[in-house]
């Protein structure tokens, strides 16, 4: 179906993580596996407390992770606590630390964080090996179903977005209304008159324009619907050279990039503005 808002789906926060363990890299590794993740360690405008209210009444049903080890002005346990206790159903909540603690330290903070507070998302040690922490929070995410509903994270394309495509000698032309690294949503322009196009009908060659980017690919119409606008909505399933679902590698990555600038860049500047506006409604409030 058309989006309605760009703020949908799944996401992972890691908050106050250090990017020797987490790196800033890891994000838009961890999209082409279906995770839309982001970093949150700057408090110095904005209390934690607040930013992770934010996040949990912006995107709901959101992955949480604390990075235990992080002095950013608050008692950890109390913390995640008072959160699990305050937004409950909402949201799930993991909690990362560095390696390096006794058995005995690893055993009590598993008791209290696991059995205590039942935290869903784990108690993580990380090593100091950013490859094997990628391969840990990895599993982690993927257990807890980072991805949610939707295997590949989506854009909400703007008016420049558009594809074209031949159908039966006519041209039938319109806007890209969302797109993955498998699949567009497609909205022919209605002043063009085309044949009706049946369900499963292969496409050989559509040319698809998204963010500065153009390719051609062939693509197989999935879904079809009336909008109820006298607009119709196509889903096409995109086919690699050879045949196979989705992009060629060397596509998928340039897509897959401009999937991430648009769906992140969304995200925090919607968080920012609704920090910034906090702000202006507590002028005086302690930042830490």
């Known amino acids: 179906m058309e989006a309605q808002t760009e703020i949908e789906g799944r996401k992972t926060f890691f908050i106050a993580p250090d990017t020797t363990f987490v790196p800033e890299s890891y994000l838009e590794d961890f999209l082409s596996k279906g995770y839309e993740a982001y970093i949150i360690r700057d408090f110095r405008f904005y209390p934690i407390y607040e930013q992770v209210k934010i996040i949990i009444e912006t995107c709901p049903d959101s992955i949480l992770f604390f990075f235990i080890d992080s002095d950013v002005g608050v008692d950890w346990g109390k913390f995640i606590k008072f959160i699990q206790d ?18 005995e330290q690893k055993a009590a903070l598993e008791k209290y964080y696991l059995f205590d507070l039942g ?32 295997k590949n994270v989506r854009a909400i394309c703007d008016a420049t977005s ?31 008159t085309f044949p009706d196009i049946p369900v499963y009908t292969k496409i050989d060659e559509i040319t698809v324009s998204f963010k500065g ?16 606008d006298g607009r119709i909505l196509q889903v096409f399933l995109m086919l690699k050279s050879n045949g196979q679902p989705g992009l060629d590698e060397d596509v998928a990555e340039r897509v897959r990039q401009r999937i991430y600038t648009v769906v992140t860049e969304k995200v925090k500047e919607t968080l920012l503005e609704k920090c910034k506006k906090w702000k202006q409604e507590h002028p005086t409030s302690d930042h830490s």
């Open 86 to 103: 305050e937004f409950q159903e909402k949201v799930l909540i993991g909690v990362l630390y560095a390696k390096g603690r006794s058995p």
């Open 213 to 228: 980017m153009r390719f051609k690919v062939p693509a197989n119409l999935v879904i079809q619907r009336e909008l109820g």
């Open 162 to 192: 558009s594809a074209n495509f031949l159908y039966q000698g006519a041209v039938v032309k319109g806007r890209v209304s969302d797109i993955s690294v498998s699949h567009f949503s497609f909205i022919p322009d209605p002043s063009y």
């Open 119 to 150: 935290l869903q998302c784990g108690c993580i040690e990380l090593e100091y090996n950013k490859e094997k922490n990628f391969s840990i929070i990895d599993k982690v995410m993927f257990a807890n179903q980072a991805c949610g509903r939707r």
